[in-house]
């Protein structure tokens, strides 16, 4: 009987303690051949890196000319096939909307949305010679409006929707569409892809400043997130069981947000509005 092919999967952002680095663990733990890639190499887990079965690629995602490397390498080594697109490479922003510098804002929607498209065009023929299954790693910052995050969740929700039309415009090619609805997980995710900032003197959120701070670093996720090595586990789990197609789901708070839509908006607003010290900048505003 002739042998199976081994199963490829590139997954983009693989730096260490990354959901990026636990799912492609979990993919080689499968013997997947998994491709890992970062912007800088060196910030890719050695463990992962020394996997007979992982090969690491220097990948730009904004880059056109990077991307075309990544696809070259891939089809060098698989045949010009590729079974799973994890775009899972992504940038945060933390800041008021009013505070926000709208240079970093357009940058961000370049890494989180229009980055995520190229690569899929890109490795087009790839996937549809696979028959494979592409993975976008959303958010439920997609979902839910975080006050001072409205850049990043506008990010989140435009590659949702994008994620779920894919999904049908592929379906008659055989090419399957997973949008990853991530809650909050414990990675180095906001140390690695968050930048600090300051509010400006005039900002009207200063008295919500511990709570912008807590969101910076990631306090809630490191409380409540999930461990990010369970998560990549979860997911790889769940995507090699059914590769149909779907909406997935997992990580601490996803649940909770899920259930939140068939809830009245004040529900959610009103968790929020506590969550982020809204209250506080409304109460100020009332002293004035």
């Known amino acids: 009987m002739p042998s199976h092919p081994q199963k490829s999967v590139l997954i983009t952002g693989c730096s260490t303690g990354g959901i ?121 910052a997609g979902v839910a409006p975080d006050p001072y995050e409205s850049i990043y969740c506008a990010s989140k929700a435009a590659l949702t929707h994008f994620s779920e039309t894919l999904r049908l415009e592929l379906k008659p090619l055989g090419v399957h569409v997973i949008t990853l609805t991530t809650g909050m997980i414990q990675s180095q995710w906001h140390a690695n892809s968050v930048p600090t900032m300051t509010l400006p003197a005039d900002s009207y959120y200063h008295p919500a400043l511990e709570q912008i701070n807590g969101s910076l670093a990631g306090v809630n996720n490191k409380k409540i997130g999930t461990p990010v090595l369970e998560y990549g586990e979860d997911v790889v789990k769940q995507v090699l069981k059914d590769r149909t197609g779907r909406l997935l789901w997992g990580g601490a708070m996803s649940g909770t947000v899920w259930w939140c839509q068939f809830l009245p908006q004040w529900v959610l607003d009103g968790m929020l509005w506590k969550k982020t010290g809204l209250w506080k900048v409304a109460d100020f505003q009332k002293g004035k």
């Open 20 to 140: 990026g680095d636990a799912l492609a663990k979990a993919f080689a733990a499968r013997n997947l051949l998994v491709f890992a890639t970062a912007r800088n190499p060196q910030k890719i887990d050695p463990a992962l890196s020394s996997l007979p079965n992982v090969k690491v690629l220097t990948l730009d995602t904004t880059s056109p000319s990077s991307i075309a490397d990544a696809v070259a390498a891939v089809s060098a080594k698989t045949g010009g096939r590729l079974d799973y697109l994890v775009n899972n490479a992504g940038q945060g922003l933390i800041s008021p909307f009013l505070d926000t510098d709208l240079s970093k804002a357009r940058a961000l929607f370049e890494v989180n949305f229009w980055a995520v498209l190229g690569a899929i065009q890109a490795f087009k023929t790839a996937l549809i010679a696979a028959k494979g299954t592409i993975i976008n790693t959303s958010s439920i």
